[in-house]
């Protein structure tokens, strides 16, 4: 019920988004009739729609990208020809037959009444456009439904949340429609209201057609009311939500009709209070550690053992950038206060089958310097006792096995000391060592350019794939010959050559590649060689050439580089502004197991 709520609140935020703008003119167009026979079966139209499309996008493989693409293609037609019509009454009777015809039909309308049919018609439309910059609320909703499936309450929490949009909309259509009876009345200018509301109609599906409402738009509404709905799930206990997993960077899902900006949302989301009150709060007890299926680093650590220490539990996997950007904080932390009584523990919980294997874990803890114990939780068992919802994600143990704050993605590690220190203290420790004045980080671990990413996480296998535009779509887990389009859009992606997609990734042949057009300065793709393990060379192209200057850390300047094991390589970081570019890879050897692009 709790959940509910804030999801209803959430949605009702959604109005004071820039985001939000493309669909108002759907929503006012119909503002000068009656709300209960025009407004009302229009906002929930769009609230059930919007409900079971975003319970699709949550759960559903390729095909609910397909289902989706084709409704807002049709969704499109049928609000551009509302547009005509507000312009043109003659046209308006001559258009407007069928979708009457249809929509009385659907409603079983006996008295031939058409506002209330053409208004329900039109929500559906709209339900498949809108496209809500979702935080930190909606993106607990979504990523809940990704590890627990469909299920009912998964899509009455999404209808909450749209009927919280759909409320604060209904206020805002009911002052419009009082200020075109205004207009109407004193000045005459009805007819020229409702030419102007059909141009800005018309202007709507034009920018969504173009993609303007989650490029742009979605950018200016990254920072809008992530805080307010971030301040109201800080005020749950940390035991009340959902699990639910989801990566401190860009998702998007659904083939853009909706955004969710997790990494934008959590970057600075801390419960803690290390600065502003005289001692934390408690937000539960340490958990057991008894689920970890391995530990590296380090024999079994139990809760009884840590009595008595400062923990600091990372969740974290090897292949997520945003936990390889925070990880030289924690290893500066775990150097800087062990001694002191602190300690640090890794859970190490899997994205990708491959992250499940012991020695791929051990290689990549060598290699980024970890030194603190690392608890391997294949079985999400550690992850589920935190009741976690991010990677990465920090819980603040104090010396009593207390958690006293968490922090989830990225940011505010300054906050992060300075509770660690007060832990500290309180456990009896006065000779600390000065607080870190800043910790460097570089090349895959640089901080991202958070003022310029515009492209969400993109996966390449089948079951959570968005935005593929290959002609013919996937063919599931059988080798299939693939094109790409002439013409990229941003965010779009496609494949050229022989490929097997499965769920979790694509294989490739010798020859064959993969497009991408993105906006970000850091392109970083998961790759890992064959079974095999023979390495697989690999050329990128930026814009079809090499990228020189651009290259990231995995490449040389005319863009060569090889495959050696499963982890994320960074391929691009641009070095001359950030602007719209196009990614090529080609894979000069077979066996290129292709899993998922990052961007920062």
């Known amino acids: 019920m709790t959940l509910a709520l804030l999801a209803f609140l959430a949605g009702a935020l959604t109005i004071v988004?820039?985001?939000?703008?493309?669909?108002?003119?759907?929503?006012?167009?119909?503002?000068?009739?009656?709300?209960?026979?025009?407004?009302?079966?229009?906002?929930?139209?769009?609230?059930?729609?919007?409900?079971?499309?975003?319970?699709?996008?949550?759960?559903?493989?390729?095909?609910?990208?397909?289902?989706?693409?084709?409704?807002?293609?049709?969704?499109?037609?049928?609000?551009?020809?509302?547009?005509?019509?507000?312009?043109?009454?003659?046209?308006?009777?001559?258009?407007?037959?069928?979708?009457?015809?249809?929509?009385?039909?659907?409603?079983?309308?006996?008295?031939?009444?058409?506002?209330?049919?053409?208004?329900?018609?039109?929500?559906?439309?709209?339900?498949?456009?809108?496209?809500?910059?979702a935080g930190p609320v909606l993106g607990l909703i979504l990523t809940g439904a990704a590890i627990n499936g469909a299920n009912t309450t998964t899509t009455l929490l999404l209808f909450a949340y749209a009927c919280g949009a759909i409320a604060s909309l209904a206020l805002a259509t009911l002052a419009g429609g009082r200020v075109f009876a205004l207009l109407k009345k004193s000045l005459g200018a009805g007819e020229w209201v409702r030419r102007g509301l059909g141009v800005a109609v018309l202007c709507a599906v034009a920018a969504i057609a173009l993609g303007w409402d989650t490029g742009v738009l979605t950018r200016l509404s990254f920072n809008s009311t992530n805080r307010i709905e971030q301040s109201l799930l800080d005020a749950l206990p940390a035991r009340t939500a959902a699990p639910a997993m989801m990566k401190g960077g860009d998702a998007m899902m659904m083939n853009g009709s909706m955004t969710m900006t997790a990494g934008d949302s959590m970057t600075g989301t801390m419960a803690m209070t290390g600065a502003k009150r005289a001692s934390p709060p408690v937000e539960g007890e340490l958990p057991s550690l008894a689920g970890a299926t391995a530990w590296l680093n380090s024999p079994p650590l139990t809760v009884e053992a840590l009595r008595g220490k400062v923990v600091l539990i990372d969740f974290w996997t090897y292949s997520c950038i945003n936990c390889l950007r925070a990880l030289p904080y924690v290893k500066d932390w775990y150097e800087r206060y062990k001694d002191r009584g602190f300690v640090v523990i890794g859970v190490h919980a899997p994205e990708f089958a491959f992250e499940k294997n012991a020695d791929n874990v051990r290689r990549a803890i060598r290699e980024f310097g970890v030194t603190y114990p690392v608890a391997m939780d294949n079985d999400y068992a550690i992850w589920k006792a935190f009741n976690n919802q991010y990677w990465p994600a920090h819980y603040f143990i104090d010396a009593q096995g207390r958690i006293r704050g968490h922090h989830f993605g990225e940011g505010n590690y300054d906050e992060s000391e300075r509770l660690i220190r007060e832990l500290l203290s309180e456990a009896g420790h006065s000779d600390l060592p000065l607080a870190a004045n800043a910790v460097t980080s570089e090349g895959i671990q640089s901080a991202a350019d958070e003022n310029n990413i515009a492209s969400p996480e993109t996966y390449v296998g089948y079951e959570r794939a968005e935005n593929f535009v290959s002609p013919g779509g996937f063919e599931r887990n059988r080798p299939k010959q693939y094109t790409a389009p002439a013409q990229l859009r941003r965010n779009d992606w496609a494949l050229t050559g022989t490929w097997t997609v499965s769920d979790e990734n694509a294989a490739g042949t010798a020859g064959s590649r993969i497009t991408f057009r993105f906006h970000a300065r850091d392109l970083h793709l998961v790759l890992g060689p064959g079974p095999d393990g023979k390495p697989v060379r690999f050329r990128v192209t930026l814009d079809g050439v090499a990228p020189g200057n651009d290259r990231g850390v995995d490449i040389d300047a005319d863009g060569n580089g090889v495959i050696r094991e499963q982890r994320l390589y960074q391929l691009i970081r641009q070095s001359d502004g950030v602007r719209d570019r196009t990614f090529t890879i080609e894979f000069l050897d077979a066996g290129a197991h292709a899993f998922a692009f990052t961007f920062g």
Do not use: E
């Open 17 to 133: 988004s820039p985001c939000i703008l493309p669909v108002l003119p759907f929503v006012f167009a119909r503002s000068d009739q009656p709300f209960m026979r025009s407004t009302l079966p229009l906002l929930s139209g769009m609230a059930v729609t919007f409900a079971l499309i975003a319970t699709l996008a949550a759960v559903g493989g390729s095909w609910a990208v397909h289902l989706n693409s084709a409704g807002r293609i049709v969704a499109l037609v049928v609000l551009a020809v509302l547009g005509v019509t507000l312009l043109s009454k003659r046209v308006a009777d001559w258009l407007s037959r069928p979708f009457v015809a249809f929509g009385n039909r659907l409603l079983n309308n006996a008295s031939g009444t058409p506002s209330i049919a053409q208004s329900a018609v039109l929500g559906v439309a709209t339900g498949f456009l809108w496209a809500p910059c």
